[in-house]
């Protein structure tokens, strides 16, 4: 369990936690060992309709496996607007964690549950949220997911007919920004110039093109000297 030092009401719950007597887990014991069922079983695992090979999430088991994935919990029912306050703070302490020795931080996450609130207020919430916070996460090199039960209609990346954020209990996740993460930026020209900030230079050579194709139509770069 690990204490914010700037908010000693702030906590992180490790998975090694969850048999413990913390109060939160004693209330939301049941959803906090769901959704890391959900990790390992969803996440950390191919799926027939994902269009790839491998695991939804690349970094999900690494991240189980060296002890940097870590869950919050925000009791209540709040709006939106409530709830990306919340997720401000988790931001910030993200910013601070440090990753065990050699352990990269691409592998660091929080994933912030919100086990009161009802499935059909959860998209409204948990939506309102991360449309508010993305752009500021992604200035950052920051990257925010929504995930709830329904689920989000946002379409999979390799198979238009999939909707891979589905989860048992609505919650935000928070991560570092990668190089795959273009997809998920291209269409806002702010995102993507934060995207292109930090990886312009080194995009996967799978999208190279892309990535200079959306940043000509912004007018971000010219066409690199021959």
């Known amino acids: 369990m690990l204490t914010d030092p700037a908010d000693p009401s702030r906590v992180l719950i490790e998975t090694a936690d969850l048999d413990g007597d913390h109060d939160l887990v004693r209330r939301y014991g049941v959803p906090l060992k769901e959704i890391v069922v959900w990790a390992r079983e969803y996440l950390c695992r191919p799926h027939a309709d994902l ?16 002890g940097t994935f870590y869950l919050g919990v925000r009791p209540g029912t709040p709006d939106g607007a409530e709830a990306a306050e919340v997720l401000d703070g ?54 925010i997911g929504e995930f709830y039960p329904g689920p989000p209609p946002k ?30 930026l291209r269409d806002d020209p702010g995102q993507f110039a934060a995207y292109l900030e930090r990886f312009g230079h080194r995009p996967p050579a799978a999208l190279r093109e892309e990535v200079q194709a959306v940043a000509r139509h912004y007018g971000l770069v010219t066409e690199p000297a021959t």
Not at 117 to 126: D, F, G, H
Not at 171 to 179: C, D, E, K, P, Q
Request: proline share 11%.
């Open 51 to 66: 269009g790839r090979k491998g695991p939804v999430c690349p970094y999900a088991q690494t991240s189980l496996d060296r």
């Open 90 to 143: 988790y931001r910030d302490w993200f910013l601070r964690l440090v990753s065990p020795p050699g352990v990269s931080a691409q592998y660091r996450t929080i994933l912030v549950l919100f086990p009161d609130l009802p499935e059909a207020a959860a998209a409204e919430v948990i939506d309102a949220a991360q449309d508010a916070l993305k752009s500021r996460y992604v200035s950052e090199g920051l990257m």
């Open 155 to 184: 379409a999979g990346l390799w198979n238009p007919g999939f909707r891979p954020l589905g989860s048992p209990v609505p919650l935000l996740a928070i991560r570092h920004m990668v190089a795959t993460d273009f997809p998920f």
